[in-house]
């Protein structure tokens, strides 16, 4: 994931730390690409922009997501390997946050 390719080109997956179980984009990578993943090839089911993560591995709710080896929050709903892992599905174990309908996240709802 983080070795060039055999073209020469950098792979499009980013793994921080062995530990993840998340992936960053290099760059923007399309729905229907396809990419590799721990070593086995996957056809992304939906785009994802550069900088963003993806499941390294399937999450189900509650699963801590681990960035740099770090947890940066757990997850709200399952997702399959290789999906968007971002505000719609990911909330923090920290601070307190508001989702992009305005609506409080889970972490916000417990703190009333």
Do not use: C, F, W
Not at 23 to 46: C, H, N, Y
Not at 96 to 104: F, V
């Amino acid at each position: 994931m983080s070795a060039p390719g055999d073209n020469g080109k950098l792979p499009p997956l980013l793994l921080l730390h062995p530990d993840d179980n998340i992936l960053v984009a290099r760059r923007d990578i399309a729905q229907g690409e396809r990419v590799e993943i721990d070593g086995a090839s996957l056809v992304m089911p939906a785009a994802v922009e550069l900088g963003h993560k993806l499941a390294r591995r399937a999450l189900e709710p509650d699963t801590r997501v681990l960035k740099y080896g770090a947890p940066i929050g757990s997850m709200k709903i399952a997702v399959a390997r290789g999906e968007h892992v971002h505000l719609h599905n990911l909330r923090s174990d920290y601070i307190p946050s508001t989702s992009r309908d305005g609506t409080p996240s889970k972490t916000d709802a417990d703190a009333h």
